[in-house]
């Protein structure tokens, strides 16, 4: 059982410590932080390092989803398992190593593919979801779920050398589906064209320093942005992403906003 909410223990106090003299998080944050749950969608090179971090940093209650199993070919990037995970369910292993490393916060492994009928009702549990999965039909079933119930969402993508990260916390950025429609095919994957394991947890790292932003309500300058990153040149795009009125996911939802 998690302690109170409302206030912090010895324990508590102790390890996480160097976060409580950051200015911007204090007492107050790392209560608001201990009183949070994040969705975290996929347990592989980005969502590894994303748990740990955010399990680390004392995130209240980390929804674990992953419908694999730990393959040999995980290893070099997916710093969660070692090779005696092999052929064990990830969102179960998560679970465990993750609370090793703090069993002050609260895990639940969902060892299931999530999909377009099943994400509504774990998007509707928590503050935050975090896209960290490896297929196009799984961002697109985060997106419009999170689009319907209003909830602020982190996605990272890699692969080869390419790193990419977005988000959407308010209503007038744009959604996935304004960048990539729903008809959009897919030309590259992990599976077919590589990736090199530091730019993954590079992307992952990105992803848990943005989610603390955004659930200690800091302003997060990656929300409304698509960031590009080249990692052989070490070169990072931001490109500003104007949100598309005609979009068949989110279009709707700011015009019923601005009617009202």
């Known amino acids: 059982m998690l302690s109170d909410a409302a206030s912090l223990n010895d324990e508590e106090y102790l390890r996480y410590g160097r976060q409580l003299m950051l200015a911007e998080v204090g007492e107050a944050g790392q209560v608001r932080l201990k009183d949070k749950s994040v969705l975290i969608v996929g347990l592989g090179g980005l969502g590894s390092p994303l748990a740990l971090y955010l399990a680390g940093a004392g995130v ?52 299931q593919r999530l999909d377009a009928a099943s994400l509504p009702g774990f998007v509707a549990e928590v503050d935050l979801v975090l896209d960290c999965c490896d297929n196009l039909a799984t961002r697109q079933a985060i997106n419009a779920a999170c689009v319907e119930q209003g909830k602020p969402w982190i996605s990272a993508a ?13 209503s007038e950025h744009a959604c996935y589906a304004c960048l990539y429609p729903l008809d959009t095919k897919v030309s590259q994957s992990c599976e077919s064209s590589g990736v090199t394991g530091p730019l993954v947890g590079v992307m992952g790292s990105l992803q848990a320093l943005e989610a603390l932003k955004v659930l200690l309500g800091l302003p997060s300058p990656v929300a409304g942005t698509l960031r590009r990153f080249d990692a052989l040149a070490h070169q990072w795009q931001s490109l500003r992403l104007p949100a598309d009125p005609d979009c068949p996911v989110c279009g709707s939802t700011r015009n019923k906003e601005n009617k009202a």
């Open 60 to 111: 209240g209650t980390l929804w674990l989803a992953d419908g694999d199993t730990v393959d040999s070919s995980n290893l070099p990037r997916q710093i969660l398992f070692d090779s005696e995970a092999i052929n064990h369910s990830k969102a179960e292993l998560a679970r465990e190593r993750l609370a090793a490393h703090n069993p002050l916060v609260e895990l639940i492994a969902i060892n």
């Open 158 to 170: 890699a692969v080869g050398w390419q790193g990419q990260l977005m988000a959407r916390t308010r």
